[in-house]
């Protein structure tokens, strides 16, 4: 392993953290380092190839879905004619996108989470870095959701009591949108339950794993965001189904009742930090008379999106472009988002869009079959909650737009790379302490991603 090899890893890791903390990596400027920090991780790969004489890379087929939604932005760019003469302005390109530069900005940033991706599969090359990235995850999430608590509390409306958020926003921790936070908690405290419903963590260590999943859901419930509830209940649901074993009526119960523990104290623990308005405070959204948060006029018009434009799409990120036309209200409000990422990427991309959502979600579902199946306790207990918070995720997007945020989709798709990691076996695996030790097993090295020898 090379040093080009180790500092490209740390880089990733300081990546996760740099996009939660910067308000969640939206405004251009943040955006631009977070490419800088990528670039970075491929020029070191590049130079570890180059000092091993191995190009190493993944075949993982979830990352070409990724490239293929870059490249088929690209495609909606590519003028074919021009309008006639538009209020004196004559020769404007004719496109499939409604509005080209979001959607060359749009098809740059997918390449960018492709390449960020594909890196991170070939980083995780042992049980160690999966080990230290899944300890990163639950350790700075747990700071996270007790920095966003406090801060809920001192500075509702200043993050780090120095940024005002804007009129109508609702931030909660760094994020400006409470939803988005929500969203980061569903994916942070999946790893650390995934390891406590199938028994990896030690007896010494479970209490503060525990402590850590009380304090982050607390801090979900404490955001007030309804989509992010639903979520999460989802998720500990799916976990439960995931790790009981078929006709174990005694470990069905047992799960079934730590599930309904878990939830009924981050719901006392709501109560105890954020009084009653923990809980009025989602009811309160509900009624809430938001034109731009109407879920049901949005659905309504974006459907009408999605007739006009199939089967190419309006284009990647002018969706914003392509609502005004169908809107029935008044348009003094812009809406930018579905508030439904299904809707959304059959609106932006249609056709195409939809059979890359599916294949990635099909991809997501397969690789889950198979973490189910992992021996390895450890191991399995990373690729299930890796797995339940892209579940989590998968679920809180039919109400929202999480993954348009940078510092979700990045930690969105580390969690997919553990998943996948979670699969293969390593040289360092540590076996499970309940099993008989296996001397000279001859599986216990890793499959190494394929390579090819650098001239």
Same mark, same amino acid.
């Given at each position: 392993m090379? &040093?080009?090899?180790? @500092?490209?890893?740390v880089v990733f890791c300081a990546a996760i953290v740099f996009t939660a903390l910067a308000y969640g990596t939206v405004h251009q400027p943040i955006i631009l380092l977070f490419y800088t920090l990528v670039a970075t991780m491929f020029v070191l790969w590049m130079v570890d190839s180059a000092k091993t004489g191995v190009l190493r890379f993944s075949r993982d087929p979830v990352q070409l879905l990724i490239y293929a939604a870059a490249v088929y932005g690209f495609v909606q760019v590519i003028p074919f004619g021009s309008y006639a003469e538009i209020a004196g302005v004559a020769e404007i390109s004719k496109t499939i996108s409604l509005d080209?530069?979001?959607?060359k900005m749009t098809a740059i940033h997918f390449l960018v989470l492709g390449v960020m991706f594909s890196v991170v599969l070939v980083l995780l090359d042992s049980a160690s870095r999966i080990r230290r990235l899944a300890l990163l995850i639950a350790?700075?999430?747990?700071?996270?959701?007790?920095?966003? @608590? &406090?801060?809920?509390v001192l500075?509702?409306?200043? @993050?780090?009591?120095? *940024?005002?958020a804007p009129a109508g926003a609702s931030p909660y921790g760094s994020f400006v949108n409470r939803h988005n936070f929500a969203a980061y908690m569903e994916m942070g405290i999946a790893i650390p339950l995934g390891l406590l419903f199938t028994g990896a963590v030690a007896a010494d260590k479970r209490l503060l794993s525990i402590t850590a999943v009380g304090l982050m859901g607390v801090s979900l419930l404490l955001s007030g965001s309804r989509g992010g509830l639903i979520a999460f209940v989802a998720q500990v649901i799916f976990l439960v189904i995931l790790t009981v074993k078929t006709g174990r009526s005694s470990e069905i119960y047992l799960k079934s009742g730590l599930a309904v523990m878990l939830?009924?104290?981050?719901?006392?623990?709501?109560?105890?930090?954020?009084?009653?308005?923990? &809980?009025?405070?989602?009811a309160d959204t509900a009624g809430s008379r938001d034109i731009t948060t109407d879920r049901s006029h949005i659905w309504t018009v974006t459907m009408k999106v999605i007739g006009d434009n199939l089967p190419f799409?309006?284009?990647?990120?002018?969706?914003?472009?392509? *609502?005004?036309?169908?809107?029935?209200y008044s348009g003094l409000e812009r809406v930018e988002q579905a508030h439904n990422d299904y809707l959304q990427a059959v609106a932006d991309a249609g056709l195409v869009g939809l059979i890359l959502g599916g294949l990635f979600i099909w991809f997501i579902f397969q690789l889950g079959r198979r973490a189910v199946r992992t021996e390895n306790r450890f191991r399995r207990g990373v690729g299930i909650g890796a797995l339940s918070g892209v579940f989590a995720i998968l679920v809180h997007s039919v109400f929202d737009f999480v993954l348009h945020t940078t510092a979700i989709s990045v930690l969105f798709l580390t969690l997919v790379a553990l998943l996948i990691a979670s699969l293969s076996r390593y040289e360092d695996d540590i076996e499970d302490s309940s099993r008989p030790s296996r001397r000279g097993h001859k599986g216990a090295r890793r499959s190494r991603a394929p390579s090819l020898p650098v001239a």
């Amino acid at each position: 392993m090379t &040093l080009a090899n180790r @500092i490209a890893f740390v880089v990733f890791c300081a990546a996760i953290v740099f996009t939660a903390l910067a308000y969640g990596t939206v405004h251009q400027p943040i955006i631009l380092l977070f490419y800088t920090l990528v670039a970075t991780m491929f020029v070191l790969w590049m130079v570890d190839s180059a000092k091993t004489g191995v190009l190493r890379f993944s075949r993982d087929p979830v990352q070409l879905l990724i490239y293929a939604a870059a490249v088929y932005g690209f495609v909606q760019v590519i003028p074919f004619g021009s309008y006639a003469e538009i209020a004196g302005v004559a020769e404007i390109s004719k496109t499939i996108s409604l509005d080209p530069f979001i959607t060359k900005m749009t098809a740059i940033h997918f390449l960018v989470l492709g390449v960020m991706f594909s890196v991170v599969l070939v980083l995780l090359d042992s049980a160690s870095r999966i080990r230290r990235l899944a300890l990163l995850i639950a350790v700075f999430s747990f700071g996270f959701a007790f920095f966003a @608590i &406090l801060q809920g509390v001192l500075s509702p409306d200043r @993050i780090f009591g120095v *940024y005002e958020a804007p009129a109508g926003a609702s931030p909660y921790g760094s994020f400006v949108n409470r939803h988005n936070f929500a969203a980061y908690m569903e994916m942070g405290i999946a790893i650390p339950l995934g390891l406590l419903f199938t028994g990896a963590v030690a007896a010494d260590k479970r209490l503060l794993s525990i402590t850590a999943v009380g304090l982050m859901g607390v801090s979900l419930l404490l955001s007030g965001s309804r989509g992010g509830l639903i979520a999460f209940v989802a998720q500990v649901i799916f976990l439960v189904i995931l790790t009981v074993k078929t006709g174990r009526s005694s470990e069905i119960y047992l799960k079934s009742g730590l599930a309904v523990m878990l939830l009924a104290a981050v719901v006392g623990g709501s109560f105890f930090v954020g009084g009653e308005s923990s &809980l009025t405070r989602i009811a309160d959204t509900a009624g809430s008379r938001d034109i731009t948060t109407d879920r049901s006029h949005i659905w309504t018009v974006t459907m009408k999106v999605i007739g006009d434009n199939l089967p190419f799409g309006a284009g990647l990120g002018a969706f914003g472009v392509a *609502y005004t036309k169908h809107d029935s209200y008044s348009g003094l409000e812009r809406v930018e988002q579905a508030h439904n990422d299904y809707l959304q990427a059959v609106a932006d991309a249609g056709l195409v869009g939809l059979i890359l959502g599916g294949l990635f979600i099909w991809f997501i579902f397969q690789l889950g079959r198979r973490a189910v199946r992992t021996e390895n306790r450890f191991r399995r207990g990373v690729g299930i909650g890796a797995l339940s918070g892209v579940f989590a995720i998968l679920v809180h997007s039919v109400f929202d737009f999480v993954l348009h945020t940078t510092a979700i989709s990045v930690l969105f798709l580390t969690l997919v790379a553990l998943l996948i990691a979670s699969l293969s076996r390593y040289e360092d695996d540590i076996e499970d302490s309940s099993r008989p030790s296996r001397r000279g097993h001859k599986g216990a090295r890793r499959s190494r991603a394929p390579s090819l020898p650098v001239a």
